[in-house]
């Protein structure tokens, strides 16, 4: 058995009738069966063929809607796939019910082995950073490049901002906080989403609001909602506690892929100082700085995270693509500035600094 294969098990229970997964224009959706797991798959039809591929993935309570504002923004220069993790977004939970970065990781790994798209450009939110960072760390064939926004990669002092989501970890937090909460209505839930996610909330259309309550009433449906909550917000504390190899910040250094590092001045849930550590542990790194993003930089100022990808695969040469021109108008700063065999806007000042480690 290959280092991301699952041990075979039993079928999966059916899943409950529901809203509908929201669909922007431009994009598809479609199921992909693998063993131990069924993942939606978000994509915009590539707009001329031999473009290459890109992944992104989402954070924790999130799905692939989180990054339809960035994908069409990359129309002309990769050809864009955005995963629903397992238990999110339109996805059902996996069978063998590993919600940890690893069996996260192994997810991807094996969406990538059985379509044959790597390497990719993988992009990463929260969650969705850590789980990238080690699928990049072990499975370097994979990945070409990496851009990884807000990651959660381990801190030792973690803001008190932060300190809710941690709580859902422990046993029976979840339940409790449902108990206390059943009675809010989506659009209060959505309020404080978005209040806890965005640098500024007022950023998000009304347009777009409506939609979020949707999917908030959508996903408020699912029964495994909470459970799938607390068991990934405990991988993400779990994988804080791995020392040696396993470490997250351990396989950061073992990363190969030139490395887009984005980070918000605003965010509540990823702390800012982060940013610094974060460049020096990836030895081939640039650096964009979003004094006013907060947690969800793609969905807050996606033409300025786009603009940075597009000067990280030009300087970079990973792409057919490198000479295209930016769009974002992002000031641009020179500065010196778990293991294979277990996985796998406007206004806005940005600041771009590059680093390379031997």
């Given at each position: 058995m290959s280092s991301t294969e699952l041990p075979q098990a039993g079928a999966a229970a059916p899943l409950p009738l529901v809203s509908a997964v929201k669909v922007a224009e431009g994009e598809e959706l479609r199921s992909v069966a693998l063993r131990g797991?069924?993942?939606t798959v978000r994509s915009r039809p590539p707009v001329r063929t031999g473009l290459p591929p890109a992944l992104y993935?989402?954070?924790?309570?999130?799905?692939?809607?989180?990054w339809s504002a960035l994908m069409p923004l990359l129309d002309g220069v990769v050809a864009g796939e955005a995963l629903d993790m397992p238990g999110f977004g339109d996805s059902p939970p996996p069978e063998d019910g590993s919600y940890s970065i690893t069996g996260q990781a192994r997810a991807v790994i094996r969406y990538l082995d059985a379509s044959g798209r790597g390497p990719v450009h993988l992009f990463g939110n929260s969650m969705g950073g850590a789980v990238s960072t080690r699928v990049a760390a072990v499975r370097p064939d994979l990945v070409r490049s990496l851009t990884l926004i807000s990651p959660a990669l381990p801190e030792l002092r973690v803001q008190k901002t932060a300190v809710p989501t941690a709580l859902l970890a422990i046993?029976?937090?979840?339940?409790?906080?449902?108990?206390?909460?059943k009675d809010w209505t989506a659009e209060q839930r959505t309020r404080g989403v978005t209040g806890l996610c965005y640098g500024d909330p007022g950023r998000v259309t009304p347009e777009g609001f409506r939609a979020a309550v949707d999917e908030m009433e959508r996903r408020l449906q699912l029964p495994y909602f909470?459970?799938?909550m607390t068991r990934s917000a405990r991988g993400i504390v779990d994988a804080y506690t791995l020392g040696g190899q396993h470490g997250l910040w351990r396989q950061a250094e073992r990363v190969l892929a030139p490395t887009l590092l984005v980070y918000g001045g605003r965010?509540?849930?990823?702390?800012?100082?982060?940013?610094?550590?974060?460049?020096?542990?990836?030895r081939d790194s640039r650096l964009l700085s979003l004094p006013?993003?907060?947690?969800?930089?793609?969905?807050?100022?996606?033409e300025l995270v786009a603009d940075a990808f597009l000067g990280l695969i030009g300087d970079s040469g990973t792409s057919?693509?490198?000479?295209?021109?930016?769009?974002?108008g992002?000031?641009?700063?020179?500065a010196a500035a778990e293991d294979g065999a277990a996985v796998a806007d406007d206004g806005v000042r940005a600041q771009v600094q590059t680093e390379t480690r031997s």
């Amino acid at each position: 058995m290959s280092s991301t294969e699952l041990p075979q098990a039993g079928a999966a229970a059916p899943l409950p009738l529901v809203s509908a997964v929201k669909v922007a224009e431009g994009e598809e959706l479609r199921s992909v069966a693998l063993r131990g797991l069924t993942l939606t798959v978000r994509s915009r039809p590539p707009v001329r063929t031999g473009l290459p591929p890109a992944l992104y993935v989402h954070g924790l309570g999130g799905s692939s809607q989180n990054w339809s504002a960035l994908m069409p923004l990359l129309d002309g220069v990769v050809a864009g796939e955005a995963l629903d993790m397992p238990g999110f977004g339109d996805s059902p939970p996996p069978e063998d019910g590993s919600y940890s970065i690893t069996g996260q990781a192994r997810a991807v790994i094996r969406y990538l082995d059985a379509s044959g798209r790597g390497p990719v450009h993988l992009f990463g939110n929260s969650m969705g950073g850590a789980v990238s960072t080690r699928v990049a760390a072990v499975r370097p064939d994979l990945v070409r490049s990496l851009t990884l926004i807000s990651p959660a990669l381990p801190e030792l002092r973690v803001q008190k901002t932060a300190v809710p989501t941690a709580l859902l970890a422990i046993p029976g937090v979840a339940g409790l906080f449902a108990k206390l909460s059943k009675d809010w209505t989506a659009e209060q839930r959505t309020r404080g989403v978005t209040g806890l996610c965005y640098g500024d909330p007022g950023r998000v259309t009304p347009e777009g609001f409506r939609a979020a309550v949707d999917e908030m009433e959508r996903r408020l449906q699912l029964p495994y909602f909470w459970d799938v909550m607390t068991r990934s917000a405990r991988g993400i504390v779990d994988a804080y506690t791995l020392g040696g190899q396993h470490g997250l910040w351990r396989q950061a250094e073992r990363v190969l892929a030139p490395t887009l590092l984005v980070y918000g001045g605003r965010d509540q849930l990823v702390g800012f100082r982060m940013a610094r550590k974060a460049s020096a542990a990836f030895r081939d790194s640039r650096l964009l700085s979003l004094p006013d993003a907060g947690h969800v930089a793609m969905m807050e100022y996606p033409e300025l995270v786009a603009d940075a990808f597009l000067g990280l695969i030009g300087d970079s040469g990973t792409s057919e693509n490198s000479d295209a021109g930016r769009s974002g108008g992002v000031d641009a700063t020179d500065a010196a500035a778990e293991d294979g065999a277990a996985v796998a806007d406007d206004g806005v000042r940005a600041q771009v600094q590059t680093e390379t480690r031997s």
